[in-house]
């Protein structure tokens, strides 16, 4: 073979595999086309099932069913659209059927699966119905790596109010550096009330108690909490600052004197909760200390303490005019225009 | 004589050129299934992952928009509202005013109706002198610094001493953010802690609609020069996909990039650098290896800013030869990693990777075609060795943008028409006439404004190599 023969081949080449790309990307749009649609026929007809049974009032039968074996992803989204907008008994009574039958063989099954695809299946199977026969394959997808796959397998446990689950999610918000364990503290924020009071019993285990008063901080919760007062006082900067945000968020009977207390406490953050805990129950509390908190060396609790005698009423707002101190007069000023 | 002498130099410089061209393409195919590996795999995350979860999540961190405005009188509110308009709740914009001559602050001022508060913050990283801050009073979330000019870096620096949150991210004034694209963009930074930088997919907004500052239907550039860029994007895209899949991305459009803030601080925030968000990255690489830390910094596929192209031939030259002065800023700032092993695969591969193939790239396609242009001239031509080195440069870059498009295709299908899809099989072919050899001499040029500016580059690098 001469040079230019060579020069032919390659041109040869080069045009044959762009005609190759070009062909794929016309056959996918094909394929596309189709895939989409089918999938969107099987979720519509499912979709009209559920929606006539909800409307009828009429638990599952397997006979008027209309979906196939083997319509797993589509029965699994269908069910998950409903289940955001469903809840109740006469919801649980349709799904929780359909689910045993079509879904969770399938999900036991792929809770082993090498693919994380089937595994995340598998875990938001789970998600829609746990049942305690499921506790093992639940607890072991939560140690998978694939962040798509443990997230659910932990919702599926929490659902589940598994004690292993909880305590399991609680270990991850402790030992999850960064971001990550936001997900695992949404999970348990949004937790039924016997698994938070599992999840508080956790807490009582030190390790945990940070973990558990970081969930604690952002869901209300009506009983009393039992390390709270000991964590208020405690050395760790990090553990009053959750503990601060536990209480404004959970109110105790003293809990005005504890705040006012923590308007001297030596971190910033600590102090700015305080502050925001008193716009709550500024009109009962003794207004001095916010005025004194007026002139603390942060802008944040300036504005915070401003902001909470303004909502203090009369006294309060007369209060404010008072202040002669430039800091102080800033805060107000700030208060006045951004409330 | 002379002829003499040009086939010895044909005899040595023939090879060379496809040896050079060719070694480049075989690194791109690399990177490129690579990078298809992972856009694939994306794919299938997308598929599983439920974004609206993540929206009604009440422990989400709060992100910070950093956009440093100068004489951005027409953009500047499009890209504030539209930042605004994003359904992530938890997000503050701080808009630093880098003291422009026009209108901006004027416009930012009525519009936002900004009232003046004490600095509330210190200065942790030194900057030009902070006139006044600003809050909004239609929208708190909106902080304003108005500052003394310092250049961008300078303004980035000001707006990470004013953020509070732990990520920032840094947007362009005239760029254009999709909500779907953000959320996932934010995802590897909760998911994997170890991230300590985040990049995306920038587009060209030009032919695009937007109303009320939303981009309701994403078009391919209508107009050559926008067609052109929008082809390089995609192309560039794919290259920083393969190179996110070995943690070895050394540039993040400075359009669009989510940082660490605590990291930007430690490693002593922005440099006076043209290609700020290149040298930053790098700076990162450079921090994070020398001090055996491990960390990520990802390239997400997902299409996630738009942003606007110049539309005149002089406003892309003045971008392209300041990209590529930039480039060789970054690369000299940052010399030491130069096939140092100590800097493991990034110190080995990835930085010479950049020194050879991204930044002299230009200066040996412009010998290759005056060396061309010379043997034609006399007579000497090798038609053998020209045929070669067109299918070797041109042929490929048709077959690889091609290859691009079909990723697209199968993942994202940001362009859904047929019209769209012909009109870039179109200008793909077309770019390689004229507009190529066009962007070879802009980023020559930044060769010579790299070469006149030499003195404080290297003032910069004594500066920087002492930070850490």
Sequence with gaps: ?339 | MMRHLILMIAHWTNPFFLWYFTSINVIYTVFMIIGAFGILSRRKELAAEDLTELLSSESMPEFTFVIPVYNESENVLNTIFNLLNLTYRYKKLVIINDGSIDKTFDILLKSLELIKIPQYFENRLPTQKIRAVYQSKLHPEIIVLDKDHGGKFDAQNAGVNALRSEYFISVDADTFIEDAGFEALIRPILTSPETIAVGAGVRIVNSCTIEYHRITTARFPQKFLPAFQEIEYLRSFMLRQGLSSINGVFVIAGAFGVFSRHLILQVGGYCNSVSEDMEIIIRLHHYMKKFRLPYKIEYLPDPVAWTIGPSTLKSLGKQRSSWHFGILESLWHHKRLFFNPFYGFFGLFIFPFAVICEAFEPVVECIAWIYVLITLSLGLLNVHFLLLLLMVSFGYTIIYAIFCLLLEELSFRRYPSMRNLLALLGSNLVENIGYRQITVYWRLRGFWRFFKEIGRIRKESKRLNKLY
Excluded at chain 1, 29 to 49: P, W
């Design chain 1, 1 to 339: 073979m001469n040079k230019y023969q060579i020069l032919i081949w390659i041109f040869i080449a080069e045009a044959v595999l762009s005609f190759f790309l070009i062909t794929m990307v016309a056959l996918h749009r094909l394929f596309y086309f189709f895939v989409h649609r089918i999938s969107n026929q099987r979720k519509k007809r499912l979709s009209g099932y559920f929606f006539k049974c909800i409307e009828e009032n009429r638990a599952f039968d397997a006979k008027s069913y209309p979906g196939r074996r083997r319509w797993t992803k589509e029965l699994l989204e269908v069910l998950e659209s409903f289940n955001d907008r469903f809840h109740g008994n006469e919801w649980e009574a349709i799904k929780r059927p359909v689910a045993e039958e079509y879904l969770l063989p399938t999900a036991r099954k792929w809770a082993r699966s090498i693919f994380w695809k089937k595994r995340n299946q598998a875990a938001r199977s789970f998600v829609l119905c746990p049942t305690i026969e499921d506790e093992k394959n639940i607890l072991r997808l939560m140690d998978d790596r694939t962040f798509l796959v443990h997230h659910k397998a932990t919702i599926a446990a929490i659902e589940l109010e598994s004690q292993a689950g909880i305590r399991k999610a609680l270990v991850a918000i402790r030992c999850k550096a960064g971001s990550s364990r936001v997900f695992y503290r949404d999970a348990l924020i949004g937790a039924s009330h016997a698994a938070a009071e599992k999840m508080i019993a956790a807490g009582n285990e030190p390790a945990l108690r940070l973990a558990c008063l970081d969930v604690l901080s952002g869901k209300s919760w009506a009983l009393p909490i039992p390390f709270l007062k000991t964590d208020l006082r405690s050395k760790n900067t990090a553990l009053r600052r959750l503990a601060i945000r536990t209480l404004v968020r959970n109110p105790v009977a003293d809990c005005i004197e504890i705040l006012i207390d923590a308007l001297k406490d030596q971190d910033e953050e600590v102090r700015c909760d305080a502050a925001k805990g008193l716009q709550i129950y500024s009109p009962l509390a003794n207004l001095d200390c916010l005025i004194e908190a007026l002139h603390d060396p942060s802008w944040f609790v300036r504005i915070e303490a401003a902001r909470a005698l303004k909502l203090a009423g009369a006294t309060g707002k007369a209060l404010l005019k008072k202040q002669t101190d430039s800091q102080a007069v800033e805060a107000v000023r700030y208060i006045e225009v951004f409330g």
